[in-house]
Structures are given as structure tokens and as C-alpha cells.
């Protein structure tokens, strides 16, 4: 009988089936990366204020409006 027809299917099941491994694996180690380094806020009670973020973040000198005490 013809084997090209049969031998393929196979192998894209296996590939399937390690690509649905390899993906898995890869989301759960995004969430776990994500969860340790992402989800918890350092303190509950942070608050920046939008004026010392924006000088912050838009100065041409970030090292001297860092120290800087508004």
C-alpha cells in the first residue's frame, strides 16, 4: 500500500501535541514570573503624586529631581 499518506499524520499529531506542551509550559512560566515579580505591590499605602511623577518622569536631569523633597 502507499505509506506516504499515512506515515505524515503521525508526526503532526506528536508536533501538535509538543507544541500544545511547549506553549503551556511557556504561559505557565510568564504567570509564575509574572506572580513573583509583578503582582504584589511593595506597600499597600504607596502613593505618588502626579506632579513628582511627572517632573520625574519628564526632566532632562532624573538624578537631581529624584532627591529633590516637593
Known amino acids: 500500500m502507499n505509506t506516504l499518506f499515512t506515515t505524515p499524520r503521525p508526526r503532526r499529531e506528536r508536533l501538535a501535541l509538543t507544541l500544545a506542551i511547549t506553549i503551556a509550559i511557556k504561559c505557565l512560566l ?23 511623577l511627572e517632573r520625574h518622569l519628564f526632566s532632562t536631569h532624573p538624578t537631581q529631581s529624584a532627591h529633590k523633597q516637593p
Open 30 to 52: 510568564l504567570y509564575g514570573l509574572w506572580y513573583a515579580c509583578f503582582s504584589h505591590p511593595q506597600t499597600r499605602h504607596m502613593v505618588l503624586p502626579d506632579g513628582q
